[in-house]
């Protein structure tokens, strides 16, 4: 029987039970069983060249323990170098290869050319009468009558070192993607590939890819010692070799597996790891060095949101590195965040759901790609963001569940693995190799691709043990508590690495809940006995939920919820917040953002406009989805992106989302120019009502600061009618107030209703302040007022 070829759509299947017994051909292809990508030939079947040293038969020697041997076969040999390779024995020098299909093998050395005996099973070996090991030696291996100049991948010392081994160990290796997954390096004076996993319950593992027809028999890797690491340099295995690991579980069975610390992939819904080394040449050295000049929240900070595969859908990385970068400058955000770029099987999940936390998703492109679109982004000025989900994984028998036969990535309790909303597993945050997965993980992006932050996904499942679990569902900690310990340190472990190691860099929680100090120092206990868990900011869930439900309601209603509006300031300084209006408030019948509002599609749009203008003067850094800054009617969906046929001139309401965009443009603007804005946003005395009470009007009405004292009036109307004369306490330090910004200005789509003349305070004692001004508000609109002559 002839072996076959295996393809992509073959990499999930476990190695062949019918194995070609040795001497029987390959069918020709460009890479054979025994050698790399590009095995070095010989002529068919060649006669000793002049010079050459004729080929000798050897000794025979030392015959493989029984057991060695059928381990070897089998997959299941922990030491397979110290069967294979070249050995001293008595009266010289014993070689043995593992060469499944071969009809030959010869070893070639200084004053050396030897046929091996064949042993069966794909087997060869031979003694010789030699004074020692030599340095260096190569094989001449025969398939189907060609010959084959090939390294000796079992003649090679362990390329990973001590220390790394040491550190895996420990949990403490925050570099674990230079010690682990598949490396092109040169070892030994050898240029080729080092592959190493961690897999601690296998009985072995081997190699098997594209460059040995994904038969991995003939290379078995190295147990390391107690580290549960395996380890094989393979010679001439270079950048886009696609490879799995054969791995043989605890019961003797198969599983082929992706590797999970890949820095690449095939293209989903193909499953290889590949083979990738780093070639970009950074270009955004002045973007590094400014970005730690001041705390992120002292800074401006607002973000558009993008899942990169449908913003353009069919762009690649390079292709989105041409459109991206400006369409974000010219709207004026400060950062674009990222939904997970990590490869993930299933493109209905949005990257929810990862099997490659190591490798950005190869749809649109090589890992230097991404680095590509990272570095135009920095060039023009705009810091990146990235979703990043380390709270669960798929189940794909490919991936990492049960990846070597037995729980390991995941918790070994079943109800403790088992995510109950999302038909997932969970990490196991209590072992200490996969909390160093994941630490190593966070910190990789920032370093290897210049991310900037990292919003941590679903922060609030990871924290409780209770999470969507039922009385008797769970199990409490050790103080009987509901509260994840292992979860905790691990965020903890997280931050204090990445910002250790990362100036500037930012993480962002993504928590639902009122745990106490997501954003405090981990140093610092609160009162519940914790430290913080020491992310920079959180996204604030509440405000969301509750001013889009204040924002649905009609406005003779929304008197009676007035209070949504005003209760994100009880709660404003407990931690440092993000006012988010992400892909979640825009999907799943919920309505876009525009569609969400009350009313005909005039007053849609005011209400549209009234709470964007409302939600970047409200303290807190802020977050759009795409598709939102142009007021798109339709929900988002993964497969066609925001409908930017919205903006096309010919269309006739295309003024109509053009100018809630240009809104969003002079937002950006007017925000990025005003420190009160932002510069005082984790701080009470930052911030100031004026009028917090007015429910029967739907109007809200404050006061921000800047550092050094500097006012910004803010005044939101909820109501669609005019009110003239409307009067609100102001400082008396002020000689004036003029319109800075007006969301109900013509160029906006709003009825114009403005103030154009600068607004003199009177000695008139309003909301207990002894000066005032009257002003016009417009319907349904926001008023931005700054200090003028």
């Not at 005003?566 to 919920?590: C, Q, R």
């Amino acid at each position: 029987m002839t072996p076959r070829k295996r393809t992509p759509s073959d990499t999930s299947q476990t190695a062949p039970a019918d194995r070609v017994k040795s001497g029987t051909p390959p069918p020709r292809t460009a890479a054979a069983p025994g050698g790399g990508p590009a095995p070095r030939r010989t002529a068919k079947v060649p006669p000793p060249a002049r010079g050459r040293t004729p080929a000798v038969r050897s000794a025979t020697a030392p015959p493989l323990d029984g057991a060695d041997r059928a381990r070897l076969l089998a997959g299941e040999h922990h030491a397979p170098h110290a069967l294979l390779g070249a050995h001293p024995v008595e009266g010289g020098v014993a070689f043995r290869v593992l060469r499944p299909y071969a009809q030959g093998v010869e070893v070639v050395a200084d004053g050396l050319r030897a046929a091996l005996r064949d042993d069966g099973d794909g087997l060869f070996s031979g003694a010789f009468p030699l004074a020692g090991v030599p340095a260096a030696y190569h094989l001449l291996v025969t398939y189907d009558g060609e010959e084959f100049e090939v390294d000796d991948p079992y003649r090679f010392l362990p390329a990973l070192g001590d220390l790394d081994l040491h550190l895996i160990g420990e949990g403490r290796h925050e570099e674990l993607w230079r010690a682990l997954g598949a490396r092109p390096l040169t070892h030994q004076g050898v240029r080729g590939t080092r592959f190493a996993v961690w897999a601690p319950n296998a009985r072995g593992v081997r190699l098997a890819g594209d460059f040995n027809l994904w038969d991995g028999s003939g290379y078995p890797l190295r147990s390391l010692g107690s580290s549960g690491v395996w380890e094989l340099f393979v010679p001439d295995v270079g950048e886009g070799a696609r490879y799995k690991y054969d791995i043989t579980r605890p019961d003797g069975s198969h599983t082929l597996r992706a590797d999970p610390m890949a820095r690449r992939t095939e293209v989903p819904p193909a499953t290889a790891s590949v083979v990738a080394d780093d070639h970009h040449v950074w270009r955004d050295a002045q973007w590094l060095a400014n970005r730690a000049a001041r705390p992120v929240h002292e800074a401006p900070f607002s973000v558009y949101e993008v899942h990169l595969p449908s913003w353009r859908p069919g762009l690649t990385y390079r292709q989105l590195a041409d459109q991206l970068p400006a369409y974000v400058c010219d709207l004026g955000f400060t950062h674009v965040e990222l939904m997970p770029v990590a490869e993930h099987p299933f493109g209905g999940s949005w990257g929810y759901q990862v099997t490659g936390f190591y490798a950005p998703t190869a749809r649109m492109g090589t890992p230097d790609d991404f680095r590509f679109l990272v570095d135009a982004l920095h060039r023009a000025g705009i810091g990146v963001l990235m979703d990043w989900v380390p709270a669960h994984f798929p189940r794909d028998d490919w991936a990492l569940a049960e990846f070597d036969g037995r729980p390991l990535y995941e918790h070994e309790d079943p109800a403790r693995a088992a995510h109950p909303d999302w038909g997932t597993l969970e990490f196991d945050y209590g072992r200490p190799e996969v909390r160093n997965f994941l630490v190593s993980n966070a910190t990789y992006w920032c370093e290897e691709f210049h991310i900037d932050g990292l919003r941590v996904d679903a922060v609030a499942s990871m924290l409780y043990l209770d999470y969507s679990r039922e009385h008797g569902e769970w199990t409490p900690n050790a103080h009987g508590g509901r509260e994840n310990l292992d979860a905790v340190a691990f965020l903890q472990e997280m931050n204090a690495t990445v910002y250790r190691r990362n100036p500037g860099v930012v993480t962002i929680a993504e928590e639902s809940t009122a745990w106490d100090g997501v954003t405090r120092a981990t140093h610092h206990t609160g009162a519940g006995g914790f430290g913080g868990l020491g992310f920079g900011l959180k996204w604030n869930m509440g405000w969301m939920h509750d001013s889009l439900g204040y924002a649905a309601k009609e406005p003779v209603h929304r008197k009676y919820h007035h209070h949504e509006m005003t209760f994100s300031m009880v709660y404003a300084y407990s931690e440092n917040y993000v006012l988010p209006i992400s892909h979640d408030e825009v999907v799943h019948g919920k309505g876009s953002l525009v569609n969400k509002m009350p009313g005909d599609w005039w007053q849609r749009r005011a209400n549209h406009r009234a709470y964007l203008g409302f939600m970047w003067a409200h303290p807190g850094k802020q977050l759009l989805f795409m598709g939102q800054e142009f007021a798109q009617g339709a929900e988002w969906a993964e497969r066609h992106g925001p409908d930017w046929w919205l903006l096309d001139p010919s269309y006739s309401a295309e003024p109509d989302h053009r100018g809630v965009r240009d809104l969003v443009r002079e937002l950006n603007a007017v925000y990025s120019a005003t420190p009160a804005l932002w510069q005082r946003d984790t701080d009470p005395s930052g911030f100031a009502w004026i009028e917090g009470d007015a429910a029967e009007d739907n109007v809200f009405a404050f006061l921000r600061y800047d550092a050094q004292g500097a006012p910004l009036l803010a005044v939101s109307h909820f109501s669609p009618v005019v009110r003239h004369e409307y009067r609100l306490g102001v400082p008396s330090d002020v000689p004036a107030w003029h319109e800075v910004l007006n969301t109900d200005e013509a160029r906006y789509g709003g009825g114009d209703v403005r103030n154009p003349e600068p607004l003199k305070p009177e000695s008139v004692r309003s909301h207990g302040r002894e000066a005032s001004v009257q002003l016009t508000l417009p319907p349904l609109a926001t008023v931005w007022l700054a200090p003028g002559a």
